[in-house]
């Protein structure tokens, strides 16, 4: 993704609920398709990289790729959508799949998997639950992730601080990061602080048996979820356990970070971002899972972090399937686009990557296999609004963080927001 941050990982532009969806009109000729995705340079090279071999190995087709950053794809997709002059194939997320798939933007791929056209067969069953809607598969996965807590080693290292990152505690977290704040100079602290994080809120409710929200997309916390989540980081904010409310303002990206800008020990991303921040460093990187109660699991998940998907106005069905089955199951493809978008969901293609890994992706990959068994399911596909709702929490979140409003207060009035945002939107 481009220019991610922390705070944006999962947030669309609204502009993606905004569809004039009727069936396919498109001006496509046979034996050539588009593909559009949202990339960076490093995705964009791979990508069309992957396009030049596919057309090369098949010369009687073409793929033409198209790409943007995050946060323009989606209002191009809603323009394309209303245009009925969708690319064949699309890189889809989680958070919008139910709603493409139900407004017939995107087609059912079980006739394609069913012919073998695509082939999932040694796929996890995660990877299908993610890409399902109403019993059809609508997206292929084409990177798993899951939650993470980068750590700057080097930096514990030199303080004698260890910690078991598939174990250690909320306690644990709290002890290390306030000798972190405590032993080195003015400006270094323990954490970041996610106080404003969905994500973590997400998983600090998985850990008691609760959840942001019902399969049928209504509240799944109350007030006092809030109330307790919050009351945590200030007292981490106000103790040297995490930076302060100024230095969490000024984390608008990667760069500005905790980890890259050394000012923290600990941080938080997704698996697939080790790459990129290790880049950012020359202190070496390892990876936790985020800390939970003794004994508990930690509340993550596995997650799709992309998926592939065929658009309702392909006029080329067996071309946009023969080119998506090429992206995930083919080694010319597999071997450039490596682990850039993920992990591969077959473990056939892992195999055949895992030679080649370099440090970063090999304890990516390790990670992943290592909290296998202690995840929890994957959450229901957010309802419409939910992005209205991150934004809410955040922009209350950050009135607690700089003293303007009281915890009880501000959680009482993001509640209300986001009761009213799910009856507006039905």
Not at 334 to 343: D, P, Q, S, T
């Amino acid at each position: 993704m481009s220019n991610l941050t922390r705070r944006n990982f999962g947030k669309l532009a609204l502009a993606t609920s905004v569809f004039a969806l009727t069936g396919a009109n498109s001006t496509k000729a046979a034996g050539r398709i588009r593909h559009f995705w949202w990339g960076n340079k490093e995705r964009d090279k791979r990508t069309y990289a992957t396009i030049d071999a596919f057309n090369a190995a098949f010369s009687d087709s073409t793929v033409v790729g198209e790409t943007l950053g995050w946060r323009d794809y989606w209002p191009k997709m809603a323009t394309q959508v209303a245009g009925k002059n969708m690319a064949d194939v699309i890189q889809m997320d989680y958070r919008y799949i139910a709603e493409y798939a139900r407004r017939g933007a995107i087609k059912s791929l079980n006739p394609h998997l069913d012919s073998g056209a695509i082939d999932m067969s040694d796929f996890a069953q995660f990877s299908f639950d993610g890409g399902t809607v109403d019993s059809q598969v609508y997206g292929v996965n084409i990177g798993t992730n899951s939650q993470f807590v980068p750590y700057d080693k080097t930096l514990l290292d030199q303080l004698g601080l260890t910690f078991d990152p598939y174990k250690w505690t909320w306690d644990d977290f709290v002890k290390i990061s306030r000798e972190v704040t405590k032993n080195t100079p003015d400006g270094i602290y323990g954490s970041v602080n996610n106080g404003g994080q969905e994500v973590w809120l997400d998983i600090w409710l998985r850990q008691r048996n609760k959840a942001l929200y019902h399969e049928n997309g209504d509240l799944a916390f109350d007030q006092k979820d809030i109330e307790e989540y919050w009351s945590f980081w200030v007292d981490c904010q106000e103790t040297g356990v995490s930076w302060p409310a100024t230095e969490e303002a000024a984390s608008t990206s990667m760069a500005k970070s905790g980890i890259p800008t050394k000012k923290t020990a600990f941080d938080s991303y997704w698996t697939n971002q080790i790459v990129a921040i290790q880049k950012l460093t020359d202190h070496q990187i390892e990876m936790a899972t985020i800390p939970h109660n003794p004994g508990d699991s930690p509340g993550m998940y596995y997650k799709c972090g992309q998926f592939i998907s065929m658009s309702r106005d392909t006029q080329d069905e067996s071309l946009s399937a023969k080119y998506m089955n090429f992206f995930i199951r083919d080694p010319r493809a597999v071997g450039i686009l490596k682990l850039e978008r993920g992990v591969p969901g077959t473990k056939e293609m892992r195999d055949f990557l895992k030679p080649g890994y370099s440090r970063e992706e090999a304890i990516m990959v390790e990670y992943l296999e290592g909290i296998e068994g202690r995840t929890k399911k994957l959450p229901p596909v957010p309802p419409k609004g939910a992005g209205e709702i991150d934004r809410a929490f955040e922009r209350y979140w950050e009135g607690v963080a700089f003293g303007k409003t009281k915890i009880a207060s501000a959680a009482k009035s993001f509640y209300r927001e986001a009761e009213r945002i799910r009856r507006k939107q039905g």
